[in-house]
């Protein structure tokens, strides 16, 4: 089953939540949507294309995540500098080619 909600159904439905969650490009999504929704889902996942990265879900979220370890050596420098926050346990941030 798959059911998009807008911003303003979270707010009018403060009892739902759903086991996954799927942000596309979270990046440009709203903040406030990205925190409340969050808290109601038991896995949060997103895509991004790299943007600007003092956006608060980057501190938030994005750069509290870290590869698996089996794929740590095969990302890219460049990705695990970024990933600066405090990590979250379980926060993983995966990369396709």
Known sequence: MFRLW???E???????SV???YIDEINT???EFIRESAMRCDYLMGTLNPDV???PV???YI???????EWEEET???ILEELSGEPIPGCWILRTD
């Open 58 to 60: 980057y501190k938030e």
């Open 53 to 55: 990265p003092n956006l």
């Open 10 to 16: 979270v707010a009018e439905n403060p009892g739902w």
């Open 76 to 78: 890219p420098k460049e």
């Open 63 to 69: 750069n509290c995540s870290r590869p698996p370890s």
């Open 19 to 21: 086991r996954l969650l």
């Open 29 to 31: 999504a709203d903040i």
């Open 6 to 8: 807008r911003q303003e």
